[in-house]
């Protein structure tokens, strides 16, 4: 089962600090030396829009890819300060 995670990376501009937000597909996997599951990056979706995109385009079956949308879209409307209609 994978699942969509987001990275804030913060840059200095002239206008002062901008933060960017970069989108990955992962997966826990389980490790044998560890009781807690870790993760595992499958893709590198890049910023919302390509996220989107790429998400749309994907081979994953169509139960999955509702599934992933949704929490990208989400996690979109948590950057820009609003909530996704439903």
Do not use: W
Request: net charge positive.
């Amino acid at each position: 089962m994978a699942f969509i995670r987001r990275k804030r990376v913060h840059k200095r501009t002239s206008e002062g600090r901008k933060d960017y937000f970069y989108y990955y597909r992962v997966e826990n996997y389980r490790a044998d030396d560890c009781l807690k599951p870790k993760q595992r990056v499958l893709d590198y979706l890049g910023t919302a829009d390509e996220a989107i995109a790429r998400l749309e385009s994907s081979e994953a079956n169509q139960e999955e890819k509702t599934k992933l949308l949704a929490r990208l879209q989400s996690l979109i409307g948590e950057e820009l300060g609003t909530t996704p209609q439903v």
